[in-house]
């Protein structure tokens, strides 16, 4: 049973960085997708970023160019760099990861409890 836990959420300014981690356990050496999605208060929730076990990267439209996914593989763990954050950023962060590469689609089966990020103006 995949097992995922985030970390690294907070509070921070707008224009302001954040790093989220998401450690993984369970795998038994397969070999997953993994990615980032995200839930404002009255919203759905949003694929961020995407890495499949190759390495391609997915990135949303409203995150292009300011966050960035990666994974260590040694460590079993999944990142997001969150630069220049803006209010509009303010939500759960979500690391989901499955066998099935989705995209920013919400299929995934395996889902963390979650983060919170808030960004402030």
């Known amino acids: 049973q995949v097992q995922l836990v985030e970390s690294g959420g907070g509070s921070v300014q707008s224009g302001g960085s954040l790093r989220l981690s998401c450690a993984a356990s369970?795998?038994?050496?397969?070999?997953?997708?993994m990615g980032w999605f995200r839930q404002a208060p009255g919203k759905e929730r949003e694929g961020v970023a995407t890495i499949d076990s190759d390495g391609t990267t997915t990135y949303g439209n409203s995150v292009k160019g300011r966050f960035s996914i990666s994974q260590d593989n040694a460590k079993n763990t999944l990142y997001l760099q969150m630069n220049s954050l803006k209010p509009e950023d303010t939500a759960i962060y979500y690391c989901?990861?499955?066998?099935?590469?989705?995209?920013?689609?919400?299929?995934?089966?395996?889902w963390g409890r979650g983060t919170q990020v808030t960004v402030s103006s």
């Open positions: 989901a990861a499955d066998r099935v590469n989705w995209g920013l689609l919400r299929r995934y089966q395996y």
């Open positions: 369970g795998y038994s050496g397969r070999r997953y997708c």
